[in-house]
T-cell receptor, first 113, second 114 residues
């Protein structure tokens, strides 16, 4: 997805916080930032999304810069099971319609023991 | 917890066979989707449905059809399987309103067409 740029891979030590960056410099005012991840041989899994405020749920935190041109997904205490490809996407709220998702190449996060 | 299940994790079929891939979701979601995922090509939308008996073509509908007779079930049909339909098939569902269309995916079906 040309709307976002992510590093192709990152390493993180088990138990540490994993910080995954995403650039979306052309994001428009009504587009949300979504994060999904895909563990090898499984279906993608929704993680979190936000518009402009920082968000936190049981899986992760999402920090969006004030100008909304970039964001960071934070996994506070990474475990080996967090090894996956992480996808950052931006999309507009379609008012209840059904729209397909488009994933870019994502970041392959490897958690090291 | 949202659950999306797919009828098979792995499937091997022969060229020309008719193939049915079934997907069931238990969260009363209006929207359901079928994607295929191939290395280097990412996720591509085949068909989606926003209501019972309604269907819309996605980006790559050729060679596929779908059926949505009940709200919880969305079937993908390969009328005459071909080797270029060897792929990972992913089903997803989402509510129409209330959560900005977060999509929940099933575990995927790896289809090999010989």
């Amino acid at each position: 997805d040309a709307k976002t740029t992510q590093p192709p891979s990152m390493d993180c030590a088990e138990g540490r916080a994993a910080n995954l960056p995403c650039n979306h410099s052309t994001i428009s005012g009504n587009e949300y930032v979504y994060w999904y991840r895909q563990i090898h041989s499984q279906g993608p899994q929704y993680i979190i999304h936000g518009l402009k405020n920082n968000e936190t749920n049981e899986m992760a935190s999402l920090i969006i810069t004030e100008d909304r041109k970039s964001s960071t997904l934070i996994l506070p205490h990474a475990t080996l099971r967090d090894t996956a490809v992480y996808y950052c996407i931006v999309r507009e709220y379609s008012g209840g319609g059904a729209d397909g998702l488009t994933f870019g190449k994502g970041t392959h996060l490897i958690i090291q023991p | 917890d949202v659950k999306v299940t797919q009828s098979s994790r792995y499937l091997v079929k022969r060229t020309g066979e008719k193939v049915f891939l079934e997907c069931v979701q238990d969260m009363d979601h209006e929207n359901m989707f079928w994607y295929r995922q191939d290395p280097g090509l990412g996720l591509r939308l085949i068909y989606f449905s926003y209501d019972v008996k309604m269907k819309e073509k996605g980006d790559i509908p050729e060679g596929y059809s779908v059926s949505r007779e009940k709200k919880e079930r969305f079937s993908l049909i390969l009328e005459s399987a071909s080797t270029n339909q060897t792929s990972m098939y992913l089903c997803a569902s989402s509510p129409r309103l209330g959560s900005q269309e977060t999509q929940y995916f099933g575990p995927g079906t790896r289809l090999l067409v010989l």
